[in-house]
């Protein structure tokens, strides 16, 4: 293991980079970054998955490329959230997302909303079976959990990657989140400090703004991440969000050294890494310039300066740390406190020693069990007024409005998988029609004339509180006088849009086992075990189920 006093400065500094690529292989860019400008580690995003055995030997080439070149072992980073934010999605046992993942597990034991041991075994396990399965591909650090509380239906980012809104069953869930991977020796990163539950603006297209006081940010905000700091998480990311009550200029966390370095370092205690979001999000590169910004974040305390995408940007973003540095604005006593910190995780997550596992470990018959037991767990009936489930076995228009690109996290959704090809697997007379998000007001003219031909219809509607074009198709497929039932394939939110709605089930994704584990409730083959992790205006508490009354 090279010693820091025997790196160079441009080392150190490339130490401090975590950069991402186009591709499926290393390109001749990727090597030079590794060999000449000695970053400390690499993204993956779906744009560099094929299938599971290729990410391994992708992998393993990158590794090698820093071996060869006398770079130390690299982070090999991934955002595998779970549910509907993961970028490997074939091939491994893709768990539910958080907030599924509290529905199943919320209201479990008795006399309490959140039944600490059971909700913390239930993400204790989908984090551990996912980390072994990134680690066996020689990814070794995930930007997971989401460590926000979503008490804001208007947020669009958030949602269904946290936990819930309840600030005590984020902390619970996050902890046991961050110590599953972290046993099965992946970095675990807490995001996104000090909180993006409560914003209505999306930080990857700008930069928004919390305006709470600090006694309510730190009653609420910031106990997840208190609690994973006692718990000893590996990372921590910063989010790119302006918090006025803890910063004089108009500065994001990210930027803000009363935030990273008077807050959470000074303050809280927290002796980890600290990482910043991506630098190219539009809440840093359009207001402050992503090269300029690198410098920023360094000076506000952070270790690690994550880069997705611009070659030019992110060798920029070197040469302006070594600059600031030369000209005195850093310390090169900074620069070390930073690596230092960098190498000691590397060391305790063993990237210095020989590296084991195989694909052939990931997407076993076990994991997908797990997996299925949970999604399973999650799906929850919010009401069922008029008695329509489980569906008759008669013929079913069966609609899908299709998952979609909705954030900066998300990416490109891919195969045809549909609530009404899953209904019909289990042998219902399904009438399945998939609606385009962007497309759904042209097409409710067609839908409407399928539905004459159905007895009844379940439509699965998709962040319609975003997209009222589907409040309007629910509302006119209910004019017909035929039963309707609603599912809600992301947020539960939509039922705030469609109060009207007699039945209305909360499945949180649409990932094709989601839709399984739908297909079965509905047809009432599994009993509906879900509770709401957030609540539903005033009839549907965090903590509901439906149980056959108001």
């Given at each position: ?25 290393a390109?001749?860019?990727?090597k030079?970054?590794i060999?000449e ?10 744009r ?23 770079t ?35 209201g479990l ?8 041991k ?32 979503n ?19 984020v ?37 928004p ?23 000893g ?23 803000s050294?009363?935030v ?17 979001d ?10 402050y ?9 360094i ?13 030019d940007?992110q ?8 600059q ?32 084991t ?27 069922d007024?008029q ?9 079913t228009?069966?609609?899908t ?21 899953a ?6 007379d ?7 998000l ?7 003219g067609?839908?409407l004339?399928a ?10 509607t998709?962040?319609?509180r975003?997209?009222p ?18 599912v ?5 939110y ?15 994704e649409?990932?094709?086992?989601a ?19 957030v ?7 965090a ?8």
């Amino acid at each position: 293991m090279k010693k820091i006093q025997d790196m160079t400065l441009r080392e150190k500094i490339g130490q401090m980079l975590l950069c991402g690529f186009e591709g499926t292989e290393a390109t001749e860019q990727l090597k030079a970054l590794i060999a000449e400008h000695h970053i400390g580690g690499v993204i993956y995003f779906a744009r560099n998955v094929e299938q599971t055995g290729q990410v391994a030997d992708l992998s393993e080439q990158l590794q090698q490329i820093a071996e060869q070149s006398d770079t130390l072992p690299l982070w090999v980073s991934i955002d595998q959230e779970g549910g509907m934010v993961a970028r490997i999605t074939e091939g491994v046992a893709l768990m539910p997302g958080q907030m599924a993942l509290a529905a199943g597990s919320i209201g479990l034991k008795e006399g309490t909303k959140v039944g600490i041991k059971d909700a913390g075994d239930a993400a204790y396990e989908a984090a551990f079976i996912s980390g072994k399965e990134l680690r066996a591909l020689g990814i070794n650090l995930n930007f997971a959990p989401v460590l926000d509380v979503n008490n804001n239906p208007d947020n669009p980012v958030i949602g269904v990657r946290s936990f819930g809104e309840s600030a005590e069953l984020v902390a619970e869930f996050g902890q046991r989140s961050v110590q599953g991977f972290q046993d099965a020796n992946v970095v675990a990163t807490a995001k996104h400090f000090p909180g993006h539950g409560d914003t209505s603006v999306d930080s990857h297209l700008d930069l928004p703004t919390i305006k709470h006081e600090q006694e309510r940010i730190r009653s609420l905000e910031l106990v997840p991440f208190i609690q994973a700091i006692k718990g000893g998480v590996d990372a921590i990311m910063s989010s790119h969000i302006y918090f006025p009550a803890f910063e004089s200029e108009k500065l994001p966390a990210t930027l803000s050294k009363s935030v990273l370095t008077g807050l959470l370092r000074e303050e809280l205690g927290y002796e980890g890494v600290v990482m910043t979001d991506c630098m190219e999000m539009n809440a840093i590169a359009e207001h402050y310039g992503t090269v300029a910004a690198s410098v920023m974040a360094i000076e506000a305390g952070a270790d690690l300066v994550l880069i997705s995408h611009r070659l030019d940007r992110q060798i920029g973003a070197i040469d302006a740390i070594e600059q600031a540095v030369k000209e005195g604005r850093l310390s090169e006593a900074r620069i070390d406190a930073s690596v230092q910190r960098l190498l000691a995780l590397k060391e305790r997550r063993g990237l210095f020693a020989p590296q084991t596992g195989s694909a052939a470990e990931v997407g076993t018959a076990e994991h997908c069990a797990v997996a299925q037991r949970l999604s399973e767990a999650s799906i929850t009936l919010v009401k069922d007024e008029q008695g329509l489930l489980p569906l008759k076995r008669v013929r079913t228009l069966a609609v899908t409005v299709a998952a979609a690109v909705s954030s900066g996290v998300d990416e490109a959704y891919a195969g045809p998988a549909s609530l009404g090809a899953a209904l019909a697997e289990r042998g219902l007379d399904v009438l399945d029609r998939v609606l385009p998000l962007a497309e759904v007001g042209g097409l409710t003219g067609s839908v409407l004339a399928a539905a004459e031909e159905a007895e009844q219809i379940v439509i699965g509607t998709y962040n319609a509180r975003f997209h009222p074009a589907q409040v309007e198709l629910v509302r006119a497929l209910q004019a017909l006088g035929k039963p309707v039932i609603v599912v809600a394939l992301r947020v539960p939110y939509d039922l705030l849009e469609l109060p009207e709605v007699s039945t209305f089930i909360a499945a949180y994704e649409s990932r094709p086992l989601a839709l399984q584990s739908t297909a079965k409730a509905l047809l009432g083959e599994l009993e509906m075990k879900g509770h709401l992790p957030v609540t539903l205006g005033s009839g549907y508490p965090a903590g509901w189920k439906w149980e056959g009354g108001l």
